[in-house]
């Protein structure tokens, strides 16, 4: 069974824009969870990418990132009420920010995207694929900053700060192609 996790991970083709926003969301909360989100980032940023790739199940992302993360800063801030990010931040992973895309055979759509990812291509993004992955990243990473407001009981101002960052940088990381 771990031969085979092994050998899963040896095939990834690992993405550096999923490795640096995963890694995003443990990083920039650094200044309420000390030098332990350095490790949050590295984690999150493995448990994101592997969510991403065709060889692991998105749980990964879903599940492994909300969990690293509310389980480092529990560990970190020594308080309890961390642990309440967990069940949002897998709610808001579970959303998805897939947007249509129609690269199949006759221009065919072959990904539908999410149900959020469709809404913003339809309704706001007039269509445009690059304008409409900045708008849909852009409001999960919003999302993911409202499930860590229990950081900002711990430290108002590192929240906040780590907020404000997650939300642009998330975003642009997004559309930037490092592959």
Known sequence: ???????????????????????????VYIKVLGFVAIFNAVCCGILFAMGGSKEFHKNWRRLGVPFVFTMLAWLSTG????LYTF???????????????????????????????????????????????????AVIAVLIAITCIPLGFINYTGWAIGSILLVPSFALFSIIDFD
């Not at 990812?117 to 990243?137: F, H, K, V």
């Open 79 to 82: 308080q309890a009420f961390v």
């Open 1 to 27: 069974m771990i031969n085979a996790f092994l050998e899963k991970l040896q095939r990834i083709e690992w993405s550096t824009q999923e490795l640096i926003v995963g890694g995003l969301i443990g990083l």
């Open 87 to 137: 069940i949002p931040m897998w709610a808001v992973l579970t959303i998805g920010y897939g947007i249509p895309t129609f690269q199949g055979p006759g221009g065919v759509p072959d990904d539908k995207g999410s149900v959020l990812g469709r809404w913003i291509y339809y309704n706001l993004a007039s269509q445009q694929e690059e304008t409409a992955t900045l708008y849909t990243r």
